[in-house]
């Protein structure tokens, strides 16, 4: 054999282990990660693994560099505060994206803000500011929705379902300050996409779109 074709080999088999690697990891996520849908945006059409799907926690999520709240110096839920709902979306491909946020203190109505942001050349730049008013029983109805929704979880999917690797999508995250707690809960579509809808409604802003279609593909 000569060396050209000892090369060909090589190289040859490090593909052939790539695509070994690449279809475990699949089905791996597949398997385990990935979430049954139905109906595209609200719960979109097949199953989607990496960013779309739901994870969640307490206390403050991790934020990357280009996360719009980490970009624009959001302040802490705790400083709006003691009842706070927060949503926002960082998308890779759109160079607009928003946060909607609503809070109370005590028992009173609440009030809330949506700002908008356009991508500038090194982070996001606020583009508007809207404030509005909430009464106290809007306000109760909006979190026992939100509250209900972040407790949801999609269903695992079965060898039937399509599977669409969806990596570049809103990056929807909803933070929640409720009883001195936070916790959060990110994942692209599903019940965030509902939720954004809810805040989006209560804000009375019906010209915002809360994810356009190429959040995550052009479909």
């Known amino acids: 054999m000569t060396k050209s074709q000892r090369w060909l080999v090589h190289i040859t088999s490090k593909a052939v282990l790539w695509v070994h690697v690449l279809g475990a990891a699949l089905a791996l996520a597949t398997s385990a990660s990935a979430i049954a849908t139905t109906d595209w945006r609200g719960v979109p059409k097949g199953a989607f693994i990496g960013p779309a799907t739901p994870s969640a926690g307490d206390g403050a999520p991790q934020l990357w560099p280009s996360n719009v709240l980490m970009s624009t110096g959001a302040p802490p839920l705790e400083s709006l505060g003691d009842n706070v709902i927060r949503f926002s979306s960082s998308p ?17 109505p609440a009030a809330g803000t949506v700002t908008t ?11 508007s500011v809207r404030h509005f008013r909430l ?12 509250d209900d929704l972040m407790k949801e979880r999609l269903p695992i999917i079965d060898d039937k ?12 995250l909803t933070e929640r300050m409720r009883d001195g707690k936070k916790s959060w809960l ?9 939720i954004a809808k809810a805040l989006i409604a209560a804000a009375s802003e019906p010209t915002l779109d809360p994810a356009p279609p190429h959040y995550c593909g052009d479909r």
């Open 186 to 194: 990110e994942g692209d579509y599903g019940p965030n996409y509902t």
């Open 135 to 146: 009464t106290a029983a809007d306000f109760q109805t909006l979190t026992a929705t939100v």
């Open 117 to 127: 942001f356009a991508l500038g050349e090194i982070r996001w730049e606020q583009v």
């Open 92 to 108: 890779l491909r759109s160079k607009l994206t928003y946060i909607v946020e609503a809070h109370r203190v005590g028992v009173g």
């Open 161 to 172: 379902d399509e599977v669409i690797a969806c990596l570049d999508g809103a990056f929807f």
